[in-house]
Nanobody
Framework: VQLQASGGGLGQAGGSLRLSCAAS????????IGWFRQAPGREREGVSC????????WHVDSVKGRFAISRDNPKNMVYLQMNTLKPEDTAVYYC???????????????WGQGTLVTVSS
């Protein structure tokens, strides 16, 4: 399955953005899908994920209560709703398949081109 993230852009602190992840080549049914981000000078960080079987979700503490992940299997899409944005959310965001539980472990190479989110204060 090939994944492509989109929807990034310039947001203001306190504002919202919605990221989309489009899958092609295969179905997302049954797959755990997640988002991770990479900011300049910082390590890659898992942000949110959703399981393929039950739809259970996980979010890193820094985005709990602000971000929500959802999936639309018939459309082969996954979304990340980002609310109450903070400047520290600035990063390139990637969607990937992986393992979702008490964190998100992406499958190596499963992500495509990321989408840049820039939050101004």
């Amino acid at each position: 399955v090939q994944l492509q993230a989109s929807g990034g852009g310039l947001g203001q602190a306190g504002g919202s953005l919605r990221l989309s992840c489009a899958a092609s080549g295969s179905t997302l049914d049954g797959l755990d899908i997640g988002w991770f981000r990479q900011a300049p000078g910082r390590e890659r960080e898992g942000v949110s994920c959703i399981t393929g079987n039950s739809g259970s979700t996980w979010h890193v503490d820094s985005v709990k209560g602000r971000f929500a992940i959802s999936r639309d299997n018939p459309k082969n899409m996954v979304y990340l709703q980002m609310n109450t944005l903070k400047p520290e959310d600035t990063a390139v965001y990637y969607c990937a398949t992986g393992r979702c539980g008490f964190g998100f472990l992406p499958d190596f190479g499963s992500w495509g081109q990321g989408t840049l989110v820039t939050v101004s204060s």
